[in-house]
């Protein structure tokens, strides 16, 4: 499924401009990550492609059509799990296939399950994971509809480093039999440039974005090759670039001494 | 080395604990009933268990106990579930229409600072002195916690399990009957605890005020025939009925709150 995000704004009631003339676009199938700081907006952005909030200004469309509340192609992983505490962990993963037939939704929870390396645990409650299965449940709640869009909102920022990686691998092989398109927001630069096929960088007061690049090598990538850490540092030195428009002699590699250059 | 705790296990070990709670009352009568036996005290304003034991025994045999528990449980359910069904409905309204909560829940706050009893008298007269009155009052008393409860529990339901239900395509009514509902769930319950509770107190200042049968009547005939024994029998029964009312409704909605992680309810 095509987004496209056209020339959106988003201003809220207190008169607080959290987004301006944003343009990003994601074909079928694609990843696209949208890096920056707090307050770029990247969490505004997310809710107003998931519907939960319109745009001021702009549209945002999906394939062909616009989008001006919640609708049923997209699926959406939060910062938190969210798991619904007094639902199991197997009905959790229902929830988000409402539009199935029974047969259908639990014959894909199992499947979905497994896939996450959950089996068995569908009859328990969902305080009795920690918080990386949490975190993958919710992703399977997410994709169990299939959806056409993926949103993925800081999914791994509370996890620990090892468990990270985990996911990451988990939703890129599940991206590779399913393809939905993926819109994830995050502010690692390590994570976006594992995961995603083109990188947006926001800079903040307004969210704007300040430049978009591709990440074109094959995957599965390897964190170790020197390509990977080439990649990274083109992606420091937008941000650098982003943040020395507004405060020069910051960030990344604005003085001689930094180690990243 | 076996560890005999563990041998016992864990339920073993807490009947245990329960029971120490029982040391000092049954060391406390025994004591009184020594006293009184050994012609110390008369017994005549505080009897001893013995007697206490024979006045409930004579109560039982004439069906009089049965009877007036009955009444009194009666008058508490009825009133309990007028004042409860009211109290999560009205709740319910004011917690997720803010039009609702500005039209009426500043009036309920006013009634809610009257003094309960000060109702006693303008429903005895709108009411007259038998059932209707009685049930009323209880209402009162197990509307207001129910109500508030209710009220608080839908204004504090977290913001972004309802976005879950919003972003999975549930439309208004199923954000309240899947999300909202069973997130308000553990303080409704909580709320319909103490609504019982105070439904009792109710129970028992209307049963005072007039009654020809009642618990609460046991009281008073007690005092006017100057029979402590009578009147600590039926404290004791309310005491038990209280407890149990009490158990029952957190049994009933215990598969209700079988998912929560803290605060389990106990019996």
Do not use: H, N
């Given at each position: 499924m095509k987004l496209t995000i056209n020339r959106v704004g988003k201003t809220y009631a207190?008169?607080?401009?959290?987004?301006?003339d944003v343009q990003v676009t994601a074909d079928s199938g694609e990843i696209v990550a949208v890096l920056g700081g707090s307050g770029c907006g990247k969490t505004t952005l997310l809710r107003l492609v998931s519907g939960l909030d319109e745009p001021s200004s702009g549209e945002i469309r999906l394939d062909d059509q616009v989008i001006s509340r919640t609708h049923p192609s997209v699926g959406a992983v939060f910062?938190?799990?969210?798991?619904?505490?007094?639902?199991k962990v197997g009905d959790n993963v229902e929830f988000g296939g409402r539009r199935l037939t029974p047969a259908e939704r639990r014959r894909r929870t199992e499947a979905l399950l497994e896939r996450i390396g959950?089996?068995?645990?569908?009859?328990?409650?969902?305080?009795?994971?920690s918080g990386g299965q949490q975190q993958r449940v919710a992703i399977a709640r997410a994709l169990i509809g299939h959806p056409g869009i993926l949103l993925l909102d800081e999914p791994f920022s509370a996890l620990d480093p090892f468990t990270r990686a985990t996911q990451h691998t988990l939703v890129l092989d599940l991206w590779r039999e399913m393809r939905p398109t993926i819109l994830i927001v995050t502010h690692d630069v390590d994570e976006a440039v594992f995961l995603a096929d083109r990188i947006v960088i926001m800079k903040p007061r307004p969210g704007r974005v300040h430049e978009a690049m591709s990440v074109d090598h094959p995957r599965p990538r390897d964190r170790l090759a020197p390509a990977f850490d080439l990649m990274k540092r083109r992606v420091m030195r937008a941000i650098d670039r982003s943040l020395s428009e507004d405060r020069p002699r910051e960030g990344f590699g604005a003085s001689n001494q930094s180690p990243w250059v | 080395m076996p560890d005999p705790t563990r041998e016992r296990g864990p339920d073993a070990l807490s009947h245990t604990r329960r029971l120490a709670g029982l040391i000092i009352p049954v060391l406390l009568a025994l004591a009184w009933e020594a006293v009184v036996r050994a012609g110390l005290?008369?017994?005549?304003l505080m009897p001893p268990p013995s007697r206490l034991f024979l006045t409930a025994a004579a109560l039982l045999r004439d069906g009089e106990l049965q009877t007036h528990t009955l009444a009194t449980l009666t008058r508490v359910l009825i009133g309990f579930g007028i004042g409860g069904a009211l109290g999560t409905m009205i709740g319910m309204l004011t917690g997720a229409s803010p039009l609702a909560r500005r039209l009426l829940d500043p009036s309920i706050q006013g009634l809610r600072s009257?003094?309960?009893?000060?109702?006693v008298p303008i429903f005895i007269l709108w009411?007259?002195?038998?059932?209707t009155s009685k049930i009323a009052l209880i209402a009162v008393g197990v509307f207001f916690p129910v109500y508030l409860g209710m009220l608080t529990a839908i204004q504090s339901v977290d913001r972004k399990l309802i976005e879950v239900g919003r972003v999975f395509g549930l439309s208004p009514l199923g954000i309240a009957l899947r999300i909202t509902w069973p997130a308000v769930m553990p303080t409704w319950v909580a709320s319909l605890r103490s609504g019982l509770g105070l439904g009792f107190m109710f129970l028992v200042a209307a049963e005072l005020m007039g009654a020809s049968e009642g618990l609460g009547y046991l009281l008073v005939d007690g005092q006017q025939m100057g029979r402590a024994d009578t009147i600590l029998v039926a404290m004791i029964t309310f005491a038990l009925l209280g407890k149990a009312a009490d158990s029952v409704l957190v049994l009933l909605t215990r598969p209700l709150l079988r998912w929560q992680d803290t605060a389990r309810i106990r019996l």
């Open positions: 207190d008169g607080t401009e959290a987004l301006r910062q938190e799990p969210r798991l619904l505490p007094w639902l959950l089996a068995g645990y569908g009859a328990r409650w969902p305080r009795d994971l | 005290a008369s017994g005549r009257v003094p309960s009893l000060a109702w009411m007259g002195i038998f059932e």
